[in-house]
């Protein structure tokens, strides 16, 4: 993508700046979570940005209310838009281009919220056929098949902690007992903090 931009801009005979966010999603922003794509912004509005490159338009933004302001602000300002290998420019101030523009971004929109759909519905199903959603599993617990099975050697300290504290023992005499017995964290820590334990319990 990078290579494409920097062609083109030397095809033009003009200077180019490269703004990279990486991995950043274009698809939950609201500008808060996009501080490159705001400086690219604001140098739009100073007049300093009159041509832009981008891979493709979903690049910009997949979020509607967004890209709405996005697309105001390349148009208000005259700014041409570059995408994919093509080198000719979409000029949204003409009303040909915007209706391309604003039909393209619909149909990303469109698919953006089916993927999110899907990958919803493959969270519950798993779930549903008693898969484990993500993540570490809880202490106590590994992961086998994708499913949560009990750690032998991690329960017995999960069944200490939990029979200690219905008879009233406090969380810090737990602790204390924890440390005695050498029981090690899942970080492999000797000492266990007050929330370790209580997220244990939890």
Avoid: C
């Avoid at 690219?40 to 338009?57: A, M, P, R």
């Avoid at 969270?123 to 086998?144: A, M, N, Q, S, V």
């Avoid at 440390?179 to 266990?192: A, D, E, F, I, Y």
């Amino acid at each position: 993508q990078k290579h494409l931009g920097v062609t083109l801009s030397e095809s033009l005979g003009i200077s180019h700046h490269i703004w990279d966010e990486g991995a950043q999603s274009s698809s939950k922003d609201d500008l808060s979570n996009r501080p490159i794509l705001v400086d690219l912004l604001s140098k739009v509005d100073e007049g300093k940005v009159k041509k832009l490159y981008v891979f493709n338009t979903d690049r910009l933004s997949r979020n509607q209310k967004t890209w709405g302001m996005i697309r105001y602000k390349l148009s208000s300002n005259k700014v041409l838009l570059y995408s994919g290998s093509d080198s000719n420019p979409i000029d949204l101030s003409n009303p040909i281009d915007d209706l391309l523009i604003g039909v393209l971004s619909e149909i990303s929109h469109y698919d953006n919220k089916l993927r999110t759909e899907r990958f919803r519905l493959g969270k519950f199903r798993r779930i549903k056929d008693g898969g484990w959603l993500g993540g570490p599993p809880p202490y106590g617990y590994k992961i086998e098949n994708k499913r949560l099975v009990i750690n032998p050697n991690e329960s017995k300290w999960v069944k200490m902690v939990n029979e200690m504290y219905s008879e009233g023992i406090s969380v810090n005499d737990i602790r204390t007992e924890l440390l005695k017995n050498g029981v090690m964290t899942r970080r492999n820590n000797g000492v266990w903090s007050h929330g370790s334990i209580e997220q244990l319990l939890r």
